[in-house]
């Protein structure tokens, strides 16, 4: 079946970096976009990134433009997000998401942030 497991959440002062990492397993990494998605308390989830299946194009939301980047491995079946210039309110819990189509879609469980000093 499919799994997605995050990592590399954890605590961060304002300014510092972060790099997440979603593992996949149970389908073709390499045919399908992947998505990092977040959600703060109180609101709700939020598209932070996309990336296509060869890794060619990648889109990002203005809230994190020039700040995070999206990369994937195919040959090692992961997704990354390193995220810099962190800011308080990208404090959330960051899900990676398998893009299947409109209909279908995998989540990871979740890995936490929190950007605090």
């Known amino acids: 079946q499919v799994q997605l497991v995050e990592s590399g959440g954890g605590l961060v002062q304002p300014g510092g970096s972060l790099r997440l990492s979603c593992l996949a397993s149970g389908y073709t990494f390499s045919s399908y976009p992947m998505r990092w998605y977040r959600q703060a308390p109180g609101k709700e989830r939020e598209l932070v990134a996309t990336?296509?299946?060869?890794?060619?194009?990648?889109n990002y939301a203005d809230s994190v433009k020039g700040r995070f980047t999206i990369s994937r491995d195919n040959a090692k079946n992961t997704v990354y997000l390193q995220m810099t210039s962190l800011k308080p309110e990208d404090t959330a819990v960051y899900y990676c998401y398998a893009y299947f189509s409109r209909a279908l879609g995998y989540w990871g469980q979740g890995t936490q942030v929190t950007v605090s000093s």
């Open positions: 990336i296509i299946s060869t890794g060619g194009i990648t």
